[in-house]
């Protein structure tokens, strides 16, 4: 089954304590990105990937940091949460760059 | 900068009263516009793509157009399963960015 798969699909963490959200997509896709939801603001992207060790910031990259070392994979790291980092994260991949994007089940962070 | 806005913010239908979604936009040459169905505690589901005026796309009880200004997502004899929140979304030619709207929360009773 296609699929973009986001772990882990909750947390609550402390301040300053660094985590990983992993994504990871089986559809040989080149284009990855990753967004937050929060309410009153919509989807807003973190950053993107266009191909292997290829990434750019997206409109809201402060505070995140990612890799794509592997086609599959694109990581998404906080370095030092803060709570203003507490949200829904979507990761998303697309077979090229355009806006039909094939979105992961989410994850909900709490920074605390 | 690309702007969406997308109206009403939450609409309630009954079963069969057909309605249409509003998505207005300003973009610096538009690539693509994207219409999106999101269910409670899911990532967006990709409904639709639009590339330019005049184009009309369809899916079961879903259609969308789009015009130079805006685009409606018009909903005929929804069910109670056409209840979810949909988005609405620009890709200019000058950004690899998505912008998205802040959506519309479609309920519809049965």
């Known amino acids: 089954e296609a699929q973009v798969t986001q772990n882990p699909r909750y947390l609550i963490t402390v301040t300053g304590k660094k985590l990983t959200v992993t994504c990871s997509q089986n559809m040989n896709h080149e284009y990855m990105s990753w967004y937050r939801q929060d309410p009153g603001l919509g989807l807003r992207q973190i950053y993107y990937s266009m191909n292997v060790e290829v990434t750019d910031k997206g409109d809201v990259p402060e505070g995140y940091k990612v890799s794509r070392k592997e086609k599959r994979n694109f990581p998404l790291i906080l370095e030092s949460p803060s709570p203003n980092q507490t949200s829904l994260y979507f990761c998303?991949?697309?077979?090229?760059?355009?806006?039909?994007?094939?979105f992961g089940e989410g994850s909900r962070l709490t920074v605390l | 900068e690309d702007q969406v806005t997308q109206s009403p913010e939450a609409l309630r239908l009954q079963e069969g009263e057909s309605s249409s979604l509003n998505c207005s936009y300003t973009v610096s040459g538009l690539r693509g516009l994207f219409w999106y169905r999101q269910d409670p505690g899911k990532g967006p589901e990709f409904l639709f793509t639009?590339?330019?005026a005049g184009e009309e796309k369809e899916k079961e009880r879903l259609k969308a157009t789009l015009t130079k200004k805006e685009s409606f997502l018009h909903i005929t004899a929804p069910k109670p399963e056409d209840s979810a929140t949909y988005l609405c979304a620009v890709q200019s030619r000058r950004s690899y960015i998505p912008t998205f709207g802040r959506g519309t929360s479609l309920i519809v009773h049965p």
């Open positions: 639009l590339y330019s």
């Open positions: 998303a991949s697309s077979p090229s760059n355009t806006g039909e994007l094939f």
